[in-house]
């Protein structure tokens, strides 16, 4: 894998076509993690290394900015109004599988500035 601290300010073709699709509203690429632990953890410690793994990979903390008339594909630069906090949320589910989909559902239908 690429060094993620080097890679391109500016979005492959291919990226591009992606955003563009999500942009339209009813196609939007959604990315989600899944954190099951078999006893809860120490909240303060998950977020140290979630914020870590911000700190070293950053495309995690970068948004994207179109081209005046798309003269070259969107670039990518640093969020400087992101917070971890605003994209982690703890939710109980019980252990039925059903329940977990549909908790999952519910939390990836909601809009990420609620």
Known sequence: MPDPR????????????????GRAGNCR?????????TRAPDPGRLRT??????????RLIQRVVPVPFAAAPPEWITDDTFTLDRHLQRIDVPDDPGA????????????LAE
Do not use: E, K, Y
């Open 49 to 58: 290394a979630l914020q870590a793994l911000c700190d070293s990979w950053p």
């Open 29 to 37: 690429p959604t990315v989600a993690v899944l954190l099951r632990f």
């Open 6 to 21: 080097r890679w391109p300010d500016r979005m492959t073709a291919a990226d591009a076509v992606f955003w563009t699709l």
């Open 100 to 111: 977990l989909l549909v908790a999952l559902r519910r939390q990836l239908a909601r809009p």
